[in-house]
Every structure is written in structure tokens, then in C-alpha cells.
């Protein structure tokens, strides 16, 4: 099962979410993100948060719209996105994508992209998807990737090191490389044809596509 999250980041810079609906099983909106969800004429199967990003007519027609509706205090522990992502987990998915969680606060987006282990610890694959990027992270082992001739592909280690990175198939290719905390050799690659293979023996590796135009 695949459930996608839409967070209340800048609309500016959200993924169109009508080319995943039929990817998607279950869509998670996490305060201003079902109004996003709305707008895009997909389901809310769970409206959640403390809605403190939206008008109170909004929030009418979010709840009326939604087959589950959830709403917390604004002062909790919790982030709206992370009650989302407890709810998701419910659902025991095996892939969890979140949709607008960038292009808004730092602070949010670096702890956003902490979950990702968050879900990697727990075997769920995760992605943060927006209109340019798609950023995942990886334990070791050997992974296909796929990519267009207009997408650049970056390698940024989670740890302090990432060992024994290998690419096959890019422009630049690597062998048994360390990379370091605070490296940027492994910026700006791209795949020599569609296909590549990237592989590393320890470390927890982010991986994020990046291309100029926007992603469908």
C-alpha cells in the first residue's frame, strides 16, 4: 500500500498530485495540505492537524469533503506532519510519500527529511517529492535507478561517512569511494542512458533527482 501525505507547504512549489492518484491508496491531509487535495479533485481519506493555516470555511468544507476528520490543539508535541505520518503508519503502507513539506521553513523541511530514516529504520520506503526534486534515503546495498537525460542526480551522505559508494551507468562514475560529511564531489551527476546502478557497504546515503522542470 501507498499513501501520500500533502503537507501545507508553499503551493508554489507542490508535485501536480493528480499524476500519483493512481499510485496512490490512501491521501494523508495534513492542514493547509487538504486544501491542496481539494483543489486537486483527489480523496481525503484522513484530514489532520490542527487547521490553524486555513480559514474557518475552509475547514467546513475539509471536513465535509474527508472521510475521516481529525482535529488537535494548536499547542501539542506533535507537528501536523508527524501526526500524519502516525496515521499513515496505521495503514502499515509500504511506501510512504510526502508532498509539500519543502520550499517553506528550514527548520521544518531538515527535520521533514530526518524522517525519511525515520521510515528507513522501519523498511518503508519514503520519498519527498516537489516540483523539481525527489529525494529518498537509502541503507547500504545495490540499487537500479532511472532517470531522464534532463534530470541530475545527487548523492549527500546522512552519516558522517558514506563507504564504498560505487556508481555505474553516470557521466561520473565512482568506485569504492568515501564520501564525507560536508563533501560535495557527489553533486550534479547524470545517467549515461536511462539506467544506472549505485552501491555502497556502509553509511545512510540521500539520493535526490533534481531537474529544471516540473515533475508529473
Given at each position: 500500500?501507498?499513501?501520500g501525505?500533502v503537507?501545507?507547504?508553499?503551493e508554489?512549489a507542490?508535485?501536480?498530485?493528480?499524476?500519483?492518484?493512481?499510485e496512490?491508496?490512501?491521501?494523508?491531509?495534513a492542514?493547509?495540505?487538504?486544501?491542496?487535495?481539494?483543489?486537486s479533485?483527489?480523496?481525503?481519506?484522513?484530514?489532520?492537524g490542527?487547521?490553524?493555516?486555513?480559514?474557518?470555511a475552509?475547514?467546513?468544507?475539509?471536513k465535509?469533503?474527508?472521510a475521516?476528520f481529525r482535529?488537535?490543539?494548536?499547542?501539542?508535541?506533535?507537528?501536523d506532519l508527524?501526526l500524519?505520518l502516525?496515521?499513515?503508519?496505521?495503514?502499515?503502507?509500504?511506501s510512504i510519500?510526502?508532498?509539500?513539506?519543502t520550499?517553506?521553513?528550514?527548520d521544518?523541511?531538515?527535520?521533514n527529511?530526518?524522517?525519511l530514516?525515520?521510515?528507513?529504520?522501519?523498511?518503508?520506503?519514503?520519498?519527498?517529492?516537489?516540483n523539481?526534486?525527489i529525494?529518498?534515503?537509502?541503507?547500504?546495498?545495490?540499487?537500479?535507478?532511472?532517470?531522464?537525460s534532463?534530470?541530475?542526480?545527487?548523492f549527500?551522505?546522512?552519516?558522517?561517512t558514506?563507504?564504498?559508494l560505487?556508481l555505474?551507468g553516470?557521466?561520473?562514475?565512482?568506485?569504492?569511494y568515501?564520501?564525507?560529511?560536508g563533501?560535495?564531489?557527489?553533486?550534479?551527476?547524470q545517467?549515461?542512458?536511462s539506467k544506472?546502478?549505485?552501491?555502497?557497504?556502509?553509511g545512510?546515503?540521500?539520493?535526490?533527482k533534481?531537474t529544471?522542470?516540473e515533475l508529473s
Amino acid at each position: 500500500m501507498k499513501v501520500g501525505i500533502v503537507a501545507g507547504g508553499p503551493e508554489k512549489a507542490l508535485a501536480s498530485l493528480t499524476s500519483y492518484g493512481e499510485e496512490i491508496d490512501v491521501w494523508i491531509g495534513a492542514d493547509l495540505g487538504a486544501s491542496y487535495l481539494l483543489k486537486s479533485q483527489l480523496p481525503i481519506d484522513i484530514a489532520i492537524g490542527d487547521f490553524d493555516s486555513i480559514s474557518r470555511a475552509e475547514k467546513e468544507h475539509i471536513k465535509q469533503a474527508s472521510a475521516s476528520f481529525r482535529q488537535y490543539p494548536i499547542e501539542k508535541n506533535e507537528t501536523d506532519l508527524e501526526l500524519a505520518l502516525e496515521a499513515a503508519l496505521l495503514k502499515q503502507p509500504t511506501s510512504i510519500y510526502l508532498f509539500g513539506v519543502t520550499a517553506g521553513r528550514l527548520d521544518h523541511e531538515l527535520a521533514n527529511i530526518q524522517m525519511l530514516y525515520y521510515l528507513l529504520e522501519r523498511d518503508i520506503e519514503g520519498k519527498i517529492i516537489d516540483n523539481k526534486n525527489i529525494l529518498s534515503v537509502y541503507k547500504p546495498g545495490t540499487y537500479q535507478i532511472h532517470a531522464t537525460s534532463k534530470e541530475l542526480i545527487s548523492f549527500i551522505p546522512l552519516t558522517l561517512t558514506v563507504e564504498g559508494l560505487t556508481l555505474k551507468g553516470f557521466y561520473y562514475p565512482l568506485e569504492d569511494y568515501t564520501v564525507k560529511w560536508g563533501s560535495t564531489r557527489c553533486i550534479s551527476n547524470q545517467l549515461i542512458n536511462s539506467k544506472g546502478t549505485f552501491l555502497f557497504t556502509e553509511g545512510i546515503l540521500i539520493m535526490i533527482k533534481t531537474t529544471e522542470e516540473e515533475l508529473s
